[in-house]
């Protein structure tokens, strides 16, 4: 999974999927217990640093 892009909920399950799992359909979080239960995945990572999820920085600039 390390050359591959992975895409992350931003919300309190901190779900990481792999480019493939989003191609292949899994586009929104479905954990019911999420904060952001529903709302679509974004391109990003896990944090080394603090172990939360972030936002790639193109995807970040799109937003702003």
Avoid: W
Avoid at 20 to 29: E, F, V
Avoid at 40 to 50: D, H, M, N
Avoid at 51 to 62: L, V
Wanted: proline share 3%.
């Amino acid at each position: 999974m390390d050359n591959q892009s992975t895409y992350v909920c931003l919300g309190s399950c901190h779900a990481v999927i792999t480019e493939d799992q989003y191609k292949n359909g899994l586009t929104a979080c479905g954990d019911a217990s999420c904060t952001l239960h529903g709302h679509p995945f974004v391109k990003g990572r896990k944090s080394e640093r603090t172990g939360k999820n972030e936002p790639d920085e193109e995807e970040q600039r799109i937003k702003a």
